[in-house]
């Protein structure tokens, strides 16, 4: 049973197929890896009774049996959701998201609710307001965020997939901290309906799996247009697991984000596994040429300001008048917003808000949030020049592995600039996948690269991941718990 924990998806409808294993099997397994082991990671806010768990999903489907997490920002219908906050205490989702209900018609058993920073701000998991979620090669190391407990989910064996969401990094960088496969979609690829709003025009749901073909297959299934997001791409459905055979596309050039790879404070040891990875590439036939955009160079500054001027409009209607906390005692209806708002939200989320407000009020919002919106449209025009020379883009995740719990508590900046490998993807729309590509700090702690695609080119960026990923090891290596 224990080839279970790290077993693929491929491997697992192939015992369910062979009658050697029976999906509840797999389904309690999965409980009692979370019983085993959740305590000290700290992955899950919620896991469900097994009964309760095959009621909700189809008795058959392609994900009949293979069980997965939710990150606790996407709606799953008669069960708690809380973001991650005291604000949404005792609130029930009333409806499924688009991408859950996608879930539960393909068969999936979703075992949980997932930890998470606080309505998905930060980068590190340790803004949820129930506890941290660690790391699973190291537990005194952060898991990464916003997406921790989803990520941390899969790579420590718990689930073979997870949905998480992105607004400036969220899934690829605690992927690449734990040692998984992860994915940002193109704005509008997966529905956000359902999802529960920081930044709207920023958020994505992403997907978390150990390998490329699982993340593939997990695309396929909750992909596509949706009536209820207007902002929903309406192509046509899609196997994005059809052309993954281990070889490259014919003539591809890949650019190496040289601003990035060797910006500062980026750790050698990272960029000696991402050289090593482009002599992989190399050697399956690619093209490698340096490129620089200085433009993106400016994507954490007007990140912070986008996303956070959008935070503070989407926040609004967490008030305590029709659901979640209210403040116990209040001396009129301004003063139980006041009390509510100061007790339901965490520091972090209230100063976000406070920063939102400032950059848009009356004398700033010409010199803060127009900018940034100015800034954000050069970026995205100097993305779609550098696709016209280049099939797919290269890039780190981040400048240094996971740092220990409380090492940025003095220095918030810190935490802000881990999204700069990664929020200008999501400000330009784009798809990026974080691939891991090997160890640093003596082999003990997981680091990637991702791919990054013009818009709408997951099924590119999947076989040329699913090529590396072919003749390396790292996705068979595991943490020991």
């Known amino acids: 049973m224990n080839d279970l924990a790290f077993a693929s998806i491929d491997h697992l409808q192939e015992l369910i197929n062979q009658k050697k294993i029976a999906p509840q099997e797999i389904i309690e397994f999965s409980l009692k890896q979370f019983a085993q082991h959740d305590k000290k990671l700290g992955c899950a806010l919620e896991t469900f009774e097994?009964?309760?768990?095959?009621?909700?999903?189809?008795?058959?489907?392609?994900?009949?049996?293979?069980?997965?997490?939710?990150?606790?920002?996407?709606?799953?219908?008669g069960r708690t959701l809380t973001c991650g906050s005291k604000i949404l205490a005792g609130y029930t989702a009333p409806y499924d998201a688009t991408a859950t209900k996608k879930l539960k018609e393909a068969g999936a058993p979703i075992v949980g609710r997932a930890n998470m920073d606080e309505f998905a701000m930060g980068s590190s998991n340790e803004y949820s307001a129930y506890f941290n979620c660690a790391n699973p090669w190291d537990t005194t190391r952060v898991a990464g965020g916003s997406s921790g407990g989803p990520i941390a989910s899969v790579a420590a064996g718990l689930v073979p997939w997870a949905l998480g969401s992105e607004t400036g990094g969220s899934v690829r960088l605690p992927a690449s901290w734990c040692g998984v496969v992860g994915l940002k979609p193109t704005y509008g690829r997966i529905s956000r309906y359902g999802l529960v709003a920081y930044a709207s025009s920023l958020d994505q749901i992403g997907i978390a799996t150990r390998t490329v073909k699982d993340n593939a297959r997990i695309l396929s299934?909750?992909?596509?247009?949706?009536?209820?997001?207007?902002?929903?791409?309406?192509?046509?459905?899609?196997?994005?697991?059809?052309?993954?055979?281990?070889?490259?596309?014919?003539?591809?050039?890949?650019?190496?984000?040289?601003?990035?790879?060797?910006?500062?404070?980026?750790?050698?040891?990272?960029?000696?596994?991402?050289?090593?990875?482009?002599?992989?590439?190399?050697?399956?036939?690619?093209?490698?040429?340096?490129?620089?955009?200085?433009?993106?160079?400016?994507?954490?500054?007007?990140?912070?300001?986008?996303?956070?001027?959008?935070?503070?409009?989407?926040?609004?209607?967490?008030?305590?008048?029709?659901?979640?906390?209210?403040?116990?005692?209040y001396q009129n209806l301004q003063n139980m917003y006041e009390k509510t708002r100061a007790e339901g939200f965490g520091a972090d989320v209230r100063a976000r808000i406070l920063i939102g407000n400032y950059v848009l009020s009356v004398g700033h919002a010409s010199q803060f949030y127009h900018n940034a919106r100015k800034v954000q449209r050069v970026m995205s025009n100097a993305m779609e020049q550098a696709f016209k020379d280049f099939d797919v883009l290269l890039a780190p995740v981040h400048a240094a592995p996971a740092f220990k719990f409380g090492a940025c508590n003095q220095n918030p900046l810190a935490m802000d600039l881990c999204d700069y490998f990664t929020c200008f993807v999501n400000l330009t729309?784009?798809?990026?996948?974080?691939?891991?590509?090997?160890?640093?700090?003596?082999?003990?702690?997981?680091?990637?690269?991702?791919?990054?695609?013009?818009?709408l080119s997951e099924a590119l960026l999947y076989k040329v991941a699913h090529a590396y990923e072919y003749i390396t090891p790292w996705h068979t290596m595991h943490p020991k718990l």
């Open 429 to 455: 729309h784009i798809p990026a996948l974080s691939v891991p590509c090997g160890f640093v700090s003596n082999n003990q702690l997981p680091t990637a690269f991702q791919l990054i695609g013009p818009k």
């Open 221 to 329: 299934i909750v992909a596509g247009h949706d009536p209820h997001d207007a902002t929903t791409v309406n192509t046509k459905p899609e196997d994005y697991t059809q052309h993954l055979d281990g070889k490259l596309p014919e003539n591809i050039t890949i650019g190496v984000l040289e601003n990035m790879l060797y910006a500062d404070g980026v750790e050698k040891e990272i960029q000696e596994r991402i050289s090593a990875a482009l002599d992989v590439y190399k050697k399956l036939g690619a093209t490698i040429k340096p490129i620089k955009i200085p433009e993106i160079d400016y994507a954490a500054a007007v990140y912070f300001i986008i996303s956070r001027a959008e935070a503070a409009s989407n926040l609004a209607r967490f008030d305590g008048v029709r659901y979640g906390h209210r403040a116990a005692h």
């Open 50 to 77: 097994s009964a309760s768990i095959t009621e909700r999903s189809q008795k058959n489907g392609p994900l009949h049996g293979i069980p997965g997490i939710l990150k606790d920002n996407i709606n799953q219908e």
